[in-house]
């Protein structure tokens, strides 16, 4: 089966990348290889900076697991090197996140700001938003309704929310979970939402099409496929 990436930041204030988690996984979910890297350029280098991260409460978990060596600091070229290892290896072309623009720009702010050059991803790729496809796929059906509404994962529009984190909830029929905010840990759920969206086997508006449509984020250009 093709394998496709999911991939997830964790950033600053500013939009920064200092955690960066990537997996290669097929659309059942079934996970083959991952990564799991920590800019140390930002992380370690700009500790005033990691100070206005949105999850800093997390700082001192972060400390631990390097000390213990299950994260790696890198330099931000090498995160970058290894990504685009990582994408050749698999034979990578689709790539996927929730909420993409987010996490698509902040790697590519991270590039401009620390090496001048504005775009991180290796050629050839397309990218997708699973939250794009959750609304497509799980947001309006009834059992997902009724679920929002009855533990009140509502927009102020009174739409249900589709956040990675209220969907997770959904999947898994657990209200109070809680998810880690960290780079790869937070793939392992974005890769369950894909393969759910993917099970429903619903049109998702013409996402195989080889159409693409560009726009501007914030001062970066981004491409992907219509849905």
């Known amino acids: 089966m093709n394998k496709v990436l999911v991939f997830d930041t964790e950033g600053i204030r500013s939009g ?12 059942e979910g079934n996970v083959y290889d991952t990564l799991n890297l920590v800019n140390g350029e930002i992380f ?9 991260a949105h999850y800093k409460e997390k700082i001192p978990k972060y400390e631990e697991e390097i000390s213990k060596g299950i994260r ?17 290896k698999y034979n990578v072309t689709r790539v996927y996140a929730h909420n993409i ?17 504005n775009f991180f ?21 009834p059992s997902y309704r009724k ?17 990675a984190e209220i969907v997770y909830r959904y999947l898994t029929n657990n209200p109070d979970f809680v998810e880690e905010h960290t780079g790869l840990a937070d793939v392992m759920i974005e890769k369950e939402i894909l393969a759910y969206c993917y099970k429903k086997h619903k049109k998702m508006n013409g996402i195989y099409s080889n159409k693409e449509v560009c726009f501007i984020t914030d001062f970066f250009y981004f491409t992907q496929k219509t849905y």
């Open 16 to 27: 920064l990348c200092y955690d960066l988690g990537v997996a290669s996984v097929d659309i």
């Open 44 to 52: 370690e280098g700009r500790r005033d900076l990691m100070q206005t």
């Open 72 to 88: 790696k600091v890198v330099s931000f070229k090498e995160m970058k090197s290894k990504f685009a290892e990582f994408v050749e």
């Open 101 to 117: 623009p987010y996490d698509y720009n902040s790697l590519n702010k991270t590039s401009f700001y620390l090496t001048g050059d």
């Open 121 to 141: 991803f290796p050629n050839g790729l397309t990218f997708y938003d699973t939250n794009t496809l959750t609304k497509q796929v799980v947001r309006d059906t």
């Open 147 to 163: 679920f929002c509404e009855k533990h009140n994962f509502l927009t102020k529009t009174g739409k249900p929310q589709t956040k």
